[in-house]
């Protein structure tokens, strides 16, 4: 049975057995990485994946059922009118209608045309170029070419029926630095149309790994603080909750109610732009089409993010944020391109302006280091400590503070805005110089 004919009868099918509405979810696609070590293949991966479900409203409430096998749709629709009625929430959750959505332009996916042979080479050569990239690598940890594409589709009864094509290019390359008895690692990745730039890739993650020997702990203290891109982006990541309206409805982020109310310092906006160029989708996991939202415009919180459930108990208009993790999951609230607004100062001007203070190049243990609901962290973080404008690497320090209180401390943001690795969405940030965080050291 065709994709179409199953979800027609699945339609079909809900509305005659009493259901006031019925959607179906699809996602196919498929995936190709290999990952290279010694120039040998240490793993290679190519699949392909179907997964649908469908969502119907019995009675006013929401249940849910999914198949990765187009066959017998009576049984699929039965299910999940049976998690209808287990369903204690009467929370009114709206299906999107027959809409409009905006034109987007996929980028080019450079690694589409390839053969999966090529595909490795690449992937060959990325390691080689990392060995050659300094003189001090001596092997390559981790080393990897990854090429998804795919389309989603979504139909219901009240007459939405869209589709929208996604792809993804990756790669990445981790060298080991050995430098007397020391051992230090380097990271860097491309994505997108920035995939074939594997020299480029080699040497900023030779560099990552060569700027981090001669790292030592510093005293515990109180420090101004320079966050730099890559650490800001995994905080702000790791603080995505707090923008939810899902979260925010279960009491579960302290934003709840503080539209129209300063939290962040005049300099600091962020957005929610799902029709940024370089990672565009023309509708959310609900087929609302995409809009672009302005979270916190210099410093105000203007909005949470929204689904139709969420939207309509908060008596406003969804921002085009339903997302599903899965085919196999329910509607939640998830971003789609989430970023700090670039501002007017470069790298060497907010380095310049911090003084004598600490430079953040990345946090870790985000996943038991942070409270999303106070906004309190306290996180392992490595860089450099800037004196007399000469840097000397940091490493094994943590760093803790409050979100919220990092974001009104905010002096100053940084022109070099930079979008993380697409994991569902791309959370970004620019650099950030921030008036300061407690440090524990020696």
Same mark, same amino acid.
């Given at each position: 049975?065709?994709?179409?004919?199953?979800?027609?009868?699945?339609?079909?099918?809900?509305?005659?057995?009493?259901?006031?509405?019925?959607?179906?979810?699809?996602?196919?696609?498929?995936?190709?990485?290999?990952?290279?070590?010694?120039?040998?293949?240490?793993?290679?991966?190519?699949?392909?994946?179907?997964?649908?479900?469908?969502?119907?409203?019995?009675?006013?409430?929401?249940?849910?059922?999914?198949?990765?096998?187009?066959?017998?749709?009576?049984?699929?629709?039965?299910?999940?009118?049976?998690?209808?009625?287990?369903?204690?929430?009467?929370?009114?959750?709206?299906?999107?209608? %027959?809409?409009?959505?905006?034109?987007?332009?996929?980028?080019?996916?450079?690694?589409?045309?390839?053969?999966?042979?090529?595909?490795?080479?690449?992937?060959?050569?990325?390691?080689?170029?990392?060995?050659?990239?300094?003189?001090?690598?001596?092997?390559?940890?981790?080393?990897?070419?990854?090429?998804?594409?795919?389309?989603?589709?979504?139909?219901?009864?009240?007459?939405?029926?869209?589709?929208?094509?996604?792809? #993804?290019?990756?790669?990445?390359?981790?060298?080991?630095?050995?430098?007397?008895?020391?051992?230090?690692?380097?990271?860097?990745?491309?994505?997108?149309?920035?995939?074939?730039?594997?020299?480029?890739?080699?040497?900023?993650? #030779?560099?990552?790994?060569?700027?981090?020997?001669?790292?030592?702990?510093?005293?515990?203290?109180?420090?101004?603080?320079?966050?730099?891109?890559?650490? #800001?982006?995994?905080?702000?990541?790791?603080?995505?909750?707090?923008?939810?309206?899902?979260? %925010?409805?279960?009491?579960?982020?302290?934003?709840?109610?503080?539209?129209?109310?300063?939290?962040?310092?005049?300099?600091?906006?962020?957005?929610?732009?799902?029709?940024?160029?370089?990672?565009?989708?023309?509708?959310?996991?609900?087929?609302?089409?995409?809009?672009?939202?302005?979270?916190?415009?210099?410093?105000?919180?203007?909005?949470?993010?929204?689904?139709?459930?969420?939207?309509?108990?908060?008596?406003?208009?969804?921002?085009?944020?339903?997302?599903?993790?899965?085919?196999?999951?329910?509607?939640?609230? #998830?971003?789609?391109?989430?970023?700090?607004?670039?501002?007017?100062?470069?790298?060497?001007?907010?380095?310049?302006?911090?003084?004598?203070?600490?430079?953040?190049?990345?946090?870790?243990?985000?996943?038991?280091?942070?409270?999303?609901?106070?906004?309190?962290?306290?996180?392992? %973080?490595?860089?450099?400590?800037?004196?007399?404008?000469?840097?000397?690497?940091?490493?094994?320090?943590?760093? %803790?503070?409050?979100?919220?209180?990092?974001?009104?401390?905010?002096?100053?943001?940084?022109?070099?805005?930079?979008?993380?690795?697409?994991?569902?969405?791309?959370?970004?940030?620019?650099?950030?110089?921030?008036?300061?965080?407690?440090?524990?050291?020696?």
């Amino acid at each position: 049975m065709t994709y179409e004919a199953y979800r027609d009868a699945l339609l079909r099918i809900a509305l005659e057995k009493g259901c006031e509405a019925a959607e179906v979810y699809a996602q196919e696609g498929s995936e190709f990485s290999v990952e290279v070590m010694e120039q040998q293949i240490d793993s290679y991966t190519v699949s392909r994946s179907l997964g649908l479900s469908i969502r119907v409203c019995l009675e006013g409430k929401n249940g849910y059922a999914y198949t990765e096998l187009m066959e017998q749709p009576e049984v699929l629709v039965e299910r999940a009118m049976d998690n209808a009625r287990a369903n204690e929430s009467t929370d009114v959750h709206p299906m999107q209608g %027959a809409c409009a959505c905006p034109a987007v332009t996929l980028p080019e996916n450079p690694l589409a045309a390839l053969t999966d042979a090529r595909r490795i080479d690449l992937a060959m050569e990325l390691e080689r170029r990392a060995l050659a990239a300094d003189p001090r690598c001596v092997r390559v940890a981790g080393n990897q070419v990854a090429f998804a594409q795919g389309k989603t589709h979504i139909a219901n009864t009240l007459g939405l029926r869209a589709s929208r094509d996604a792809s #993804a290019a990756l790669c990445y390359t981790s060298p080991v630095l050995q430098e007397g008895g020391t051992l230090q690692d380097g990271f860097a990745f491309r994505w997108g149309g920035e995939v074939f730039d594997l020299e480029g890739c080699a040497r900023e993650a #030779a560099a990552d790994g060569g700027r981090k020997f001669g790292a030592a702990t510093i005293p515990s203290g109180r420090y101004p603080v320079l966050l730099e891109k890559h650490a #800001a982006a995994d905080l702000l990541r790791g603080f995505f909750s707090l923008f939810s309206g899902e979260s %925010a409805q279960k009491g579960l982020s302290l934003l709840a109610g503080k539209e129209g109310q300063v939290i962040a310092a005049p300099c600091v906006s962020i957005a929610d732009d799902p029709l940024l160029e370089c990672n565009p989708r023309p509708f959310d996991d609900e087929g609302v089409p995409s809009v672009r939202t302005a979270v916190v415009e210099q410093g105000v919180l203007r909005t949470l993010l929204h689904n139709l459930k969420t939207a309509a108990k908060a008596g406003c208009a969804s921002t085009s944020n339903g997302g599903r993790s899965s085919a196999a999951a329910p509607v939640g609230v #998830a971003p789609s391109n989430f970023f700090i607004l670039p501002g007017g100062q470069s790298y060497e001007q907010l380095l310049e302006d911090l003084g004598d203070g600490l430079v953040i190049r990345d946090v870790s243990g985000l996943h038991a280091g942070l409270d999303p609901i106070s906004g309190d962290f306290s996180l392992l %973080a490595a860089g450099w400590l800037q004196k007399d404008g000469k840097l000397q690497p940091v490493e094994q320090i943590t760093v %803790a503070g409050n979100f919220f209180t990092l974001l009104k401390e905010v002096e100053a943001v940084g022109s070099d805005l930079w979008l993380g690795i697409p994991q569902g969405a791309v959370v970004g940030s620019p650099s950030l110089r921030v008036k300061g965080l407690m440090v524990s050291g020696c």
